[in-house]
């Protein structure tokens, strides 16, 4: 049995075993078997975007224009995605929206098959189009569950889909890279990408979306600067940003210098990088158990001080270890504030306010992301590997202080968040 074919169907068994034993709503099972397909695009790009770009791109240096394309298409889509999602409804939304990834792959296809390096970019910025509306998911979850209790379980449920993406989209590039026959093959890649977008909308048109209730519609809508004053909003985003932002800086930048700046092997770059991906979604595992028992405000902490153990461990020198054990960190300290982030937006908005919410929050993370990681080969280049850790440092001092602020604010709250 091929690796590819083991990966779905664990990805199915999971899917099943979440379906009849979570006791959440059918809806999450199928968001957790849908999301994977979509975000699975992304680990691709990231494993072969280079490989592909560097014989069509005239200049070296560009050769990870696709992949910064495909993240500012998340970005630039965020906003549309969630007001599309509050005039269509989730389940229409999220289907046109998968759509975008076949027009992707199509793009990229072709691309590919002709040799042209501003169609492929163009292609990654439109599968980006599509991981906007998969990150739309996590909302989609929480208006399913009738328990906001089941918040953080359903939550960490879908960030584990991310374990079964980062498997997908490399194996599936692996897989598929010769079935179009083309000069440099990877043609069929695109195809794979087209096939899985299809599934994805087929499973989410069994989506069935919660009716807003009257008592919602009656309410009054709050201008956004009054929601966004609010310390809750405040944390939540911010966490969101910064864990997303400070993850993707310092993980670009890890294998440009492990490899080429201190002469690391490429085994033991892709071994770290490959811890880091496991770290950043197996602990979804623990907040699964440990959700619903602990605030989220410590998970916020302790994600919080992850990070800060980041910038120590890896400014102690550049051994393997020294890489291995930050990335780790990198990893842990991403799942919890991304979790934190996603478990505490909602408590900042009503039903009827929560597209525009939504949507500023993810156009804020995704652009965040995409700056840092824009950023990161710049910063490395001209100040090295402290360079990274520095630029770090007064992120951290702010993270520190929203975790100080939520604390603060829920000194007398009995809530579970």
Known sequence: MSPLIMIFTALLLVTWLIHRYSGLHQNISLLFLAQPMITAAAPMMVFIGGIISTPMATDPAWVTLPLTFMIAGTALASIPA???AKRLGRRQATMLGFGSGIVGGLL???AVMNHQFSLLILAALVMGFSGAFAQQLRFAAIESLDDPKDIPKAISLLMLTGIFAALIGPELA??????????HGYAGTFLGIMALALVAILVVSQFKAPPITEDDLSKPTRPLSQIAKQPVFIVAMVAAALGFGLMSFVMTATPLSMHQLHHHSLEHTKWVIQSHVAAMY??????IWLGGRIKTKYFLLTGTLMFVGVVIIASQGHELLHYWWALILLGIGWNFLFYSGTTLLPLS????????????????????????SLMAGWVLYNYQWQGILYTCIPFLIIMLAITAMRFLTTRHEADAH
């Open 349 to 372: 908005y009503r039903s009827h306010e929560r597209h525009k919410v939504q949507a500023i929050n993810d156009f804020s993370i995704f652009t965040f992301q995409g700056l840092s």
């Open 108 to 110: 990229g296809m072709i």
């Open 282 to 287: 197996l602990p979804s595992l623990l907040t």
């Open 82 to 84: 969630a007001l599309l």
């Open 174 to 183: 692996f897989v598929s890279k010769d079935w179009i026959t083309t000069e």
